[in-house]
């Protein structure tokens, strides 16, 4: 029989060791954070930790919520990043030739502009007359009034130099005309790539029902299409359903969207969101749908200056895509100019080209905002977006 101290003392070591286990057993159990240390791939494994829900069979991101401080007085929204589960994921149609495509519906709407032009300049005798009527055909097109005049005065002076009358000749000059109005020099490329940790994040504004968010989710694809990593950020909290149209968007092709399920929530919030997101998870690009806002209305357009500010708390804003409906003709021209005042618009998308004869609208607004137009619309088809390409688009607006 042990004495009673000893006894005490065998006790106590024993409970000792025993807490000792627990501890380190809980220890062990709990998962570190982790995080991408090489850029993401379709195929790499999910990611678990932050604040990312996800469902069975779905991938999860890693997103770090900013600190308070970090979002300038920025409501906190509570964001979640959702990815239903897509039975099958799509394979976008490759960028190259799209508008070859695409050309057959530029040249159905456009054909009465064409046709029109090319049958006034086969006139044996180009009179006055003919050239205002010329001129008007140009206006009709919403080639806007400077340009029309530029171009006729051009083409008069070409036709009176080199004498001819042979409508070939005639339908060739008027091809260069327009293509040096539109402007073959001007970049009109994306600026899409990681510049070292930042994605390249581009927001999508203009104003409501221009096909804003059908032009993110169709850009995701285009992205997709030339293996890029991609995330949707939807700040558009403003429009209940467009969070939901643009996570179906996502999903069809496997691109994760980080949205807010609260009604209303700060979209400066959200988009900081997805743009953290975006870099913790080495995206090339993150896709930032805006709100459709009407350009006289000086709050809305001072929060769009207020969501690139937060963004830029984050990353670069490397593109602001304007989307400008082409059936909305002057309209579109006025609108433009408004939105370059609020943010730094890089490029022009404009969409629903498929639906109007007035495809000089590319010309007027690329005048008006000297800011190239990168990508047109021509269709509600997943695939119906294009990157500009001067030449096909002439080419198709002069077709017979
Ligand atoms: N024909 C045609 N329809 C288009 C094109 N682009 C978008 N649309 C249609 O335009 C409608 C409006 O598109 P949305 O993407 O919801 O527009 P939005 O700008 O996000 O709208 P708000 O969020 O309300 O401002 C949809 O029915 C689209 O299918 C296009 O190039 N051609």
Do not use: C, H
């Not at 991408?36 to 791939?41: G, H, K, L, S, V």
């Amino acid at each position: 029989m042990l004495p009673p101290e000893i006894l005490t003392l065998v006790i106590v070591l024993a409970v000792f060791l025993l807490g000792l286990v627990g501890v380190l057993l809980v220890a062990r159990g709990k998962k570190p954070k982790t995080t991408y240390d090489q850029t993401r791939d379709a195929d790499d494994q999910p990611q678990s930790g932050g604040v990312a829900v996800a469902e069975e069979g779905e991938e999860t991101l890693t997103v770090e919520r900013p600190p308070a401080e970090d979002l300038d007085r920025v409501e906190q929204a509570e964001v979640v990043e959702e990815i239903p589960v897509a039975p099958t994921v799509e394979k976008p149609e490759p960028v190259q030739g799209r508008l070859a495509r695409l050309r057959a519906r530029l040249v159905k709407t456009n054909n009465i502009f064409g046709k029109g032009l090319l049958s006034l300049l086969s006139t044996d005798d180009i009179d006055e007359d003919v050239w205002d009527e010329i001129e008007e055909t140009l206006l009709l097109a919403d080639l806007g009034t400077d340009a029309s005049m530029e171009l006729v005065d051009n083409l008069r002076d070409r036709v009176t130099i080199e004498g001819s009358k042979d409508p070939a000749a005639v339908k060739q000059m008027l091809r260069e005309e327009l293509i040096k109005l539109i402007d073959p020099t001007l970049d009109r490329s994306l600026d899409d790539d990681r510049l070292g940790t930042d994605p390249s994040v581009m927001m999508v504004v203009g104003v409501n029902g221009v096909g804003k968010t059908t032009t993110v989710g169709k850009l995701a694809r285009v992205l997709v299409a030339e293996d890029k990593d991609v995330i949707l950020g939807a700040a558009d909290t403003f429009r209940a359903a467009a969070a939901e149209q643009l996570t179906t968007w996502g999903a069809r092709i496997g691109v994760p969207t980080v949205r807010s399920d609260v009604e209303g929530a700060d979209p400066a919030s959200v988009a900081f969101d997805a743009v953290a997101a975006g870099v913790e998870n080495e995206v090339d690009v993150v896709l930032v749908d805006t709100a459709g806002r009407l350009q006289n209305k000086a709050g809305l357009m001072d929060e769009l200056g207020k969501i690139k500010r937060v963004i830029e708390k984050k990353a670069p804003v490397r593109e602001v895509l304007l989307v400008i409906d082409a059936t909305t003709g002057q309209n579109g021209l006025s609108q433009a100019k408004v939105f370059s005042e609020a943010v730094n618009v890089t490029g022009i998308v404009l969409t629903k080209l498929d639906g109007t004869a007035k495809g000089g609208i590319v010309v007027a607004i690329q005048r008006q905002l000297g800011v190239p137009v990168k990508l047109i619309g021509l269709g509600e088809g997943a695939d119906d977006l294009a990157p500009f390409e001067t030449e096909a688009f002439v080419e198709a607006l002069l077709a017979e």
